[in-house]
């Protein structure tokens, strides 16, 4: 079957998608308004099948391929209800003393589904220690449905969340296996979880947004690490902030560097949909992969 693309659907269509992903309408008000689209005997149903992800179809390193180790750990939360989940990824051929540079992925609006560990294998083969922590455990954690992962999300009390990625973040730094330099690279929401970190995390090494929402302004006097910052071209929602977050940082001498990415959509790097932008994730991937070989060397 021959893989779809953003070129293959209507603009408006694809922004009433990302409304639609991000809560800003539940599933009726998508079928409704997307019913214009559907023609030819298509149904609004059958538009939101193809434009919902294909995990097997785009994994990129199998969860049993033998150059990496994986294992599930639990991170004490500071709210009290236990542990958080994390899905951990580390190479097998490990430096002398086994510690590996660091980098805790933070996913999209939906927990820490397939795609999300899929990315943590991917850093463990570059040779970082990856530490993909799940928002979701206190609700049960992913629960296999990208619709049901959504509106359990909804339900997260995102003041402990915040609390429970900053534990994770430590937790990450004092594993016996890592190196004590911490890197992150979060996704949408994971973006947005990125930015708060490095507002919140004196010595975080390295942070990798890709298309997340901005903290306050106020907020960028407290980054000290090096940002490097991912945009998708059409995605009004995340880059009408960016001028006041910019100058923010502009003003308060942090580092940063922000790339977008001509004609690309919201969620470009996530290969699992047809928002997926071959180039532009390549691209970004690379220029990700450089920054953390530059911030987290031993």
Sequence with gaps: MTRLTAADFDQELLILFD???????DRRGFLDRAAKFAVGGMTAAGLLAPLSPNF???????????????????VPSPMGYGTIK?????????PAGGRLPAVLVLHENRGLNPHIEDITRRLALEGYLAFAPDALTPLGGYPGDEDKARALF?????????????????????????QGRVGVVGFCYGG????????EVPDLAAAVPYYG?????EAAAKVKAPLLIHFAAVDERINAAWPTYETA???AGARYTAHQYPGTQHGFNNDTTPRFDAAAAKLSWDLTLAFFKQHLAA
């Design 19 to 25: 409304a639609y992903v991000h809560g800003d309408i």
């Design 56 to 74: 097997a179809a785009a994994q990129v390193v199998p969860a049993n391929d033998a150059r990496i180790t994986t294992e599930t750990v639990g």
């Design 86 to 94: 994390a899905y951990v990824a580390k190479p097998v051929s490990q």
């Design 154 to 178: 909804a339900q997260l009390d995102q003041t402990k969340t915040r609390q429970d990625f900053l534990a994770s973040a430590a937790a990450l730094k004092e594993r016996p296996d890592s």
């Design 192 to 199: 947005g979880i990125a930015h708060m970190l490095a507002t």
């Design 213 to 217: 929402n901005h903290p306050p302004a």
């Design 249 to 251: 940082l502009k003003a």
